[in-house]
């Protein structure tokens, strides 16, 4: 057996790549955390060794408000971690004629994955073999060379955000292929980041609230807040407190609100996410008798 491992891509959430600041090179973002107050500038004088540049201090604390808010929704009836379709295809015992085979794997609905472990062929004599795959309108080749009465499996361990795959053989030579062609090992699967994601535009205020906070409470952290102060420290507390009650540094006589603007924001969202669901996804990924509520602790 000719085994070929691949490194298949992971999956880039193209919704977190919505938030920034102004000021950086040839980039510009829908959103800007510029109007929260944070700036590029006050980030290169908050950002200590731990992060070199501002620009980084942005990035980690974009990423941490997106994966935040991921943590904090809450899908009653989302199949969690549920495998909806078994992808899978053996290879049989009978010889077919050489030539040109595809077959295409594909998902129900927009938020689920298409993980697919390997795929495989078997040949009896000598044959040339070109193996391919093909999604999002590009081909990518993974074997390109001569078997002789072997199989030939591809790892592929990877997952795909697409409505379809499809698998390529181009055999040529004098020998035969064992008929089911092409093998395969795979499944599909629900993503609720796929679902959070196709509706980022509902969850960008909450991200910037969470990226915001991120970068206050690292102003207490920063090896250099000794050496240059952004925020007076009275004034970032105040701020942590009305944006994330989770974050309260204040006592109870002091507080100003019960609730963040974080934790009201996560509870709007989920609000329009639950007549999402209702619309759109009782068939996919939901199970509609129960509904989406927020599960927010508040200290």
């Known amino acids: 057996m000719t085994v070929i491992n691949t490194a298949i891509t992971k999956p880039i959430y193209k919704c977190k790549d919505v938030i920034g600041v102004r000021g950086v090179c040839d980039k510009t973002y829908p959103y800007y955390l510029d109007s929260m107050g944070i700036s590029l500038a006050k980030a290169s004088k908050i950002a200590d060794s731990s992060h070199i540049t501002g620009k980084n201090l942005i990035d980690e604390a974009v990423?941490?408000?997106?994966?935040?808010?991921?943590?904090?929704?809450?899908?009653?009836?989302?199949?969690?971690n549920g495998v909806r379709n078994i992808l899978k295809q053996n290879l049989g015992t009978e010889l077919k004629d050489l030539g040109t085979y595809t077959t295409t794997l594909s998902r129900d609905c927009d938020i689920e994955y298409i993980f697919l472990n390997n795929i495989s062929i078997q040949v009896s004599g000598e044959v040339t073999a070109l193996?391919?795959?093909?999604?999002?309108?590009?081909?990518?080749?993974?074997?390109?060379?001569?078997?002789?009465?072997?199989?030939?499996?591809?790892?592929?361990?990877?997952?795909?955000?697409t409505d379809e795959i499809v698998l390529k053989v181009v055999a040529s030579g004098s020998g035969k292929l064992y008929d089911g062609i092409i093998?395969?090992?795979?499944?599909?699967?629900?993503?609720?980041?796929?679902?959070?994601?196709?509706y980022w535009n509902y969850l960008v205020q909450a991200v910037m609230m969470q990226a915001t906070v991120y970068i206050?409470?690292?102003?207490?952290?920063?090896?250099?807040?000794?050496?240059?102060?952004?925020?007076?420290?009275?004034?970032?507390?105040?701020?942590?407190?009305?944006?994330?009650?989770?974050?309260?540094?204040?006592?109870?006589?002091?507080?100003?609100?019960?609730?963040?603007?974080y934790q009201i924001e996560i509870e709007r969202i989920n609000s329009k996410l639950k007549e999402i669901v209702k619309q759109s996804y009782c068939t996919c990924c939901f199970e509609c008798d129960n509904i989406i509520s927020s599960k927010i602790t508040i200290p």
């Open 216 to 261: 206050l409470n690292y102003t207490f952290f920063s090896d250099r807040y000794n050496d240059f102060s952004v925020y007076k420290k009275e004034e970032a507390v105040i701020r942590i407190s009305q944006l994330d009650s989770n974050y309260n540094l204040l006592n109870a006589e002091n507080r100003i609100n019960k609730k963040g603007l």
């Open 63 to 80: 990423e941490f408000g997106w994966e935040q808010v991921f943590k904090d929704l809450r899908i009653d009836g989302f199949m969690v």
């Open 131 to 161: 193996v391919s795959i093909i999604y999002n309108g590009v081909e990518t080749i993974l074997y390109n060379d001569v078997l002789e009465d072997e199989e030939l499996r591809v790892n592929i361990d990877g997952q795909f955000n």
């Open 183 to 198: 093998g395969y090992d795979g499944y599909t699967m629900c993503s609720e980041q796929l679902f959070y994601c196709k």
